[in-house]
C-alpha cells in the first residue's frame, strides 16, 4: 500500500470509536483472508497480544474492557523493549571488551579516536646510562 493511501486511511480511522475501530479491524482481516497472504506479527509479546485481545473480542467483553488492557499491554511493550535494547547494549560492551576493542563512545560511532591522541615513544633505540664507579675508601659493605 502506497504511503498516501495508508494516511488517508488513518486520518479516517482517527475519528472512529473503538467499537468502530474493531469493525474496521474484522473487515480488514476478512479482505486478508480471501485476498492477500496474513501478515503476522513480528515479535512473540505482539503475539501475545493479539491473541489475547482476540479472545476477549470473542468473549463479547465490552469494548472499554479491550481498550483498557490493550493500552496496559501496550505500555509493558515499550517496556520490554527498553528492557531488551539495555539489554543488547550491554551485550554488546561485553564483546567489545572481551576483543580487547576500546568501549563505544556514548553519541558516537563505536571505536572512535580519542580527542588526546597517545603519547609516543622516543624514536630509536633507548639509550644506556654507564654505571657509577664506587667511591674510594667507604663504598663497600662496612666491617666490624
Not at 463479547?60 to 481498550?67: D, E, V
Not at 571488551?97 to 571505536?111: D, Q, R, W
Request: overall charge positive; hydrophobic content about 40%; proline content about 12%.
Amino acid at each position: 500500500m502506497n504511503d498516501l493511501l495508508m494516511q488517508r486511511i488513518l486520518r479516517r480511522l482517527e475519528s472512529l470509536s473503538d467499537e468502530r475501530g474493531y469493525q474496521v479491524l474484522d473487515y480488514v482481516e476478512f479482505l486478508e483472508s480471501k485476498f492477500a497472504e496474513r501478515a503476522s506479527p513480528t515479535g512473540i509479546f505482539a503475539k501475545f497480544t493479539e491473541t489475547v485481545e482476540d479472545t476477549m473480542r470473542a468473549g463479547k467483553l465490552p469494548i472499554q474492557a479491550i481498550s483498557g488492557t490493550m493500552g496496559a499491554m501496550d505500555s509493558a511493550a515499550k517496556v520490554m523493549k527498553g528492557f531488551a535494547a539495555a539489554g543488547k547494549s550491554v551485550v554488546e560492551e561485553a564483546v567489545r571488551a572481551a576483543e580487547g576493542k576500546p568501549p563505544a563512545v556514548p553519541g558516537g560511532t563505536a571505536g572512535a579516536k580519542p580527542s588526546v591522541p597517545p603519547a609516543k615513544p622516543a624514536a630509536g633505540p633507548p639509550k644506556s646510562v654507564p654505571p657509577t664507579p664506587p667511591k674510594p675508601g667507604g663504598g663497600g659493605p662496612a666491617s666490624p
